[in-house]
């Protein structure tokens, strides 16, 4: 079964809203130096750092999000999106919105439209779940489903890059989830020392 968002049809499933068990039944892609007895301690990092995630989205003031929301979207000139239709083989940049957890991601696109569902059908591989410091990994956007997009902005434009890096630079990290904007630093790459180092 199918229902309408933003004006396209995405099938009904439990994935549909970020969840911790969803989230944690990410499968590994078999990255080089993983090993089998590295995952059950990349699980327990990931069940951590979802937690923490979810703490700090819920102590966040819904009036300050609000109110740097409105200050991006006005100063970028955002256009605001109800049919993705309409960005079908659009190129620009385009912003979506997850007002339930307060936060934003940017990003550019040759096709919004199929950008922004290709997020909504992704999810990561336990591999890259965690991106830096277990304590300090931002949610990927990609790890949220199709209904925790409440809003999508976009602005039209062929100098993508040199706009979207203007963007991201001015976002307030406290309500991003672009996981680069905050500098944490590169991909976790394991080693049998650093599996046994990790203890819940």
Not at 9 to 14: A, H
């Given at each position: ?7 396209v ?6 994935g ?40 700090y ?15 991006i979207?006005?100063k970028?000139?955002f ?23 307060k936060q ?8 919004i439209?199929r950008?922004?569902?290709a ?23 990609d790890?949220f489903?199709?209904f ?7 602005i ?13 630079k ?5 309500f991003?989830?672009n ?5 944490i ?12 180092e990790?203890?819940m």
């Open positions: 079964m199918s229902v309408t968002h933003f004006g049809r995405v099938r009904e499933k439990p549909n809203h970020i969840n911790k068990d969803t989230y944690l039944s990410a499968k590994p892609e078999g990255m080089l130096g993983w090993k089998e007895e590295h995952y059950p301690a990349q699980l327990k990092k990931a069940s951590l750092n979802y937690d923490l995630n979810m703490s989205f819920a102590s966040i003031k819904q009036d300050d999000f609000d109110s740097f929301l409105s200050k979207v006005n970028y000139k256009n605001e999106c109800h049919d993705l239709n309409e960005l079908s083989s659009v190129e620009g940049v385009y912003m979506i919105v997850l007002d339930e957890f934003i991601y940017v990003g550019i696109a040759s096709d439209k950008r922004i569902m997020h909504w059908s992704k999810q990561k591989s336990l591999e890259r779940l965690i991106f830096g410091d277990v304590c300090n990994s931002i949610l990927s956007i790890s489903g199709a925790d997009t409440t809003r999508i902005f976009y039209e434009t062929y100098s993508t890059y040199s706009m979207e890096e203007k963007i991201v001015r976002l307030d990290t406290c991003s989830l996981r680069t904007a905050g500098g630093g590169s991909s976790v790459t394991f080693t049998d020392d650093s599996v046994k990790f203890k």
